[in-house]
Structure formats: C-alpha cells, structure tokens
C-alpha cells in the first residue's frame, strides 16, 4: 500500500524532528574556527570597551569648564590610544585621540574640527554636554554576558567578537561525516568515453560540492551498479562510521531502482514521496547508526531538494536552531498561469530594476536553470502568478 505524500513543509518537520544531534567536540583556535558550529555557551570576562574612551580625535575637557563657545583652554597631556592617562586637571584640555582612554575628571569630549590650536592652549568653539564623544566602559559587553550561543555557526564576525573579549580558543563540534553513492548504469564521469544512452555524472560534483561548503568531510563511494546486492554492500560500508548517507538515482519506483528496497533491507524507510516541484521522489530512512536520505536523480530535483530537506538536517544535526532560509517578498516580472497541484520551486533571478525573471525552461534535467538563476521562488500548490505580484523568493545566497 502506498504512503500518502507529504507536503514540503510536513516532510521537513518530520525530518527534523527525527534527528538526533551528533555529540564530539574540539577546541580549535579562535582564528581557524571559522565556518564550525558552536559546541558551547561563550561569556565575556571583561567589559567592552575595558574603560571609557574617545569616539573622536580632538580634546578631553570638563563640560563645566566650557562655559561659552569660545572657552581657552591650557593643554594639559597627550593622550594617544593605548596609552594611560593621567587625571585631568581643572582648568586644562587633554589632546586625545579616537580610541585613547578618557582621563580621570572628563566628562566630554569636542572633537577637533570644533577647536582651534592656540600653541600650548586650546580654543574651544562649542559647549558640549557631558558624556558627548565618550563611549562609556561595557557600552558594548558586560562582564560576564553570554556573547555567543552554542549551535551558533560561525562567521567572520562571530569571531572577532570572540576575539574582542581575548577568547583565543572555542570549543566546535566535530565535523559531521557524510557517506554519498550514485547509482544509475547509465553513469559516466567526466573524461571517460560517453557510451550511447549514458549521461556525466553530474550529480556527484553538485552534491559533493554542497557537502563541502557546508563543511562536511566527505566519503564518495563513486557510482554503484544498478543491483540490489551492490547497493546493499555500500549502504552497510557506509554506515559504518558516517552520520548520514545520501544517494542521488533509483528512489523512484521502477524495476531498476533498487535504493528503496536496499534501505528496507539493511535499516528501515521512513518517507517516500513529496508534493513538491521538481523533486517528488525523496527517502529518508537509516541504516545503522548512521541516517539516511535518497535524493531524486535528475539534477535539478536533486540540487533543490539538498537546498531544502538535506541542509536544514544537517545544520540541526549540528544543534542550529535557526536552520530556514531567509525568504523575501519580491515582484515578479513575469507571468506564472500553469499552477501545479505540487509546491513549485521556480528558479528565477533578480533584474536591475529590483524584480524577477524566470528561467524559460523550468524542468528538473535543466541544469543551467541553477547557474543562471540566483534563488528559487517558492509557489504554493495551485497559485499562479500574474505580473507585478509579489512572491516569496528564496535567495541562493539564504543557503551558504
């Protein structure tokens, strides 16, 4: 008996909630952690800015000492950033630069382009208010605030926030393994002799390439013969000791589709079919201790359904909370009147005058639709599109 399909939206709920986060952590120096995800909750251990300092270069003052807009000030220290001030006395202007540490009786700063160098003395042009220019010790970070969480996926500024407060080390979870096969005998890679009815392997350098960006170490057991016995030999070398287990080809429902019942075999299926397009065919299941999730062969099918079902896995996997993409209501400058009963994803990109073009040919074999694209529209079951409506755009950029 056939299991009924599952909208997009149901079968990525129930993906991740199937998923069990990998345990393993590793500390690696601030600097190379780039791109890992957080294993733990970091704390500042001091306030940001450490003490009060100068947003400006120009003079340290009393504000009470600037009782008009033309108040003549001795200048009494030099401060430069990094450099310990001495108590201002009453009276004087301390010369100071953007980021020096304000000294001991200032309350304000008048940048330079309000004063007027007068040998050793200082005109000051303007009557500040106390605190003007002056970024207060822990404006910023408190002592003790927790600044980055765990299952935070590290970019540039994460870390030099991290670096900001002297963290040198973070703790990262380990990376995750993934096992990926190909199956199909109509395969060929690139370089060999294309035999009449076989087709370049594409799917291998797509996928394997989205695993990398994502940081994953990767184990490519190359492309396996369309056999029951071959497919159930690499899925249980496979699951050995890798985290997931992706194939791309024979999820569908043919005689030589042997990936369903080689799942059935060696572990269990949990999900079949999706009401989506392009990329109805989709498995998920595990083998071992390791998941496991078929991917559709034709290539687009299989570059969007990673996008949309295997990233968001992952990255929960690695305990992201945060693991949607980014959608943005854009106009459409096209026309859309052929809806499908399916959720179509419709690869699109954005035009100079801030809308969208469609790609003409939008079937799931048309791999330049992914290349000429920048995003994917994604389309409710039944909705058509007319010119000028608004529609949620997915951009590629939501995915890195």
């Not at 033309?70 to 200048?75: A, D, G, H, P, S």
């Not at 990094?82 to 020096?100: D, H, N």
């Not at 199909?184 to 890679?189: A, I, P, Q, S």
Request: proline share 6%; glycine share 10%; hydrophobic share 40%.
């Amino acid at each position: 008996m056939s299991q009924p399909m599952l909208s997009s939206k149901e079968a990525l709920e129930f993906l991740l909630s199937a998923v069990r986060p990998i345990k393993g952590v590793e500390t690696l120096a601030t600097i190379a952690a780039c791109g890992r995800i957080l294993a733990q909750d970091q704390s500042s251990l001091l306030h940001v800015p450490p003490v009060d300092n100068t947003q400006m270069d120009g003079y340290a003052v009393r504000a009470s000492d600037c009782v008009s807009a033309e108040t003549r000030l001795r200048i009494s220290q030099r401060i430069p950033a990094g450099y310990v001030a001495q108590a201002l006395e009453p009276g004087t202007a301390a010369r100071i630069f953007t980021g020096a540490m304000i000294p001991e009786g200032a309350d304000a700063v008048v940048m330079q382009e309000q004063c007027q160098a007068d040998g050793d003395f200082v005109i000051i042009k303007h009557q500040p208010r106390a605190g003007e220019w002056v970024r207060r010790q822990g404006e910023d970070i408190q002592a003790g605030a927790t600044i980055l969480k765990a299952g935070t996926r590290l970019r540039a500024q994460e870390l030099g926030l991290a670096a900001s407060v002297g963290l040198a080390q973070l703790p990262v979870l380990r990376l995750l393994r993934v096992a990926v096969f190909f199956t199909g005998d109509e395969l060929t890679m690139p370089g060999e002799p294309l035999k009449p009815g076989a087709i370049y392997n594409s799917n291998r350098f797509t996928l394997t390439g989205l695993l990398q960006e994502m940081g994953c170490v990767v184990t490519d057991y190359g492309i396996v013969p369309d056999q029951l016995d071959a497919t159930r030999e690499t899925l249980r070398r496979a699951s050995q000791d890798h985290d997931l287990i992706i194939t791309s080809g024979g999820v569908s429902v043919g005689e030589e589709d042997h990936i369903r019942p080689a799942v059935e075999a060696e572990g269990s299926l949990n999900m079949w079919q999706i009401a989506m397009k392009p990329g109805k065919p989709l498995a998920f299941g595990e083998v071992g201790q390791a998941f496991f999730i078929g991917l559709p062969g034709n290539p687009v099918s299989s570059f969007v359904t990673f996008l949309l079902f295997v990233r968001p896995f992952l990255l929960r996997m690695q305990g992201v909370e945060k693991v949607l993409p980014a959608a943005y209501p854009v106009r459409a400058d096209f026309d859309w009147l052929k809806p499908d009963r399916r959720n179509e994803f419709l690869r699109a990109r954005m035009n100079a005058d801030g809308g969208l073009d469609l790609f003409a040919n939008q079937s799931s074999g048309v791999l330049t639709s992914t290349v000429w694209g920048d995003g994917l529209i994604d389309l409710a079951p039944g909705q058509t599109i007319q010119k000028g409506d608004l529609v949620r755009y997915i951009p590629f950029s939501s995915f890195t």
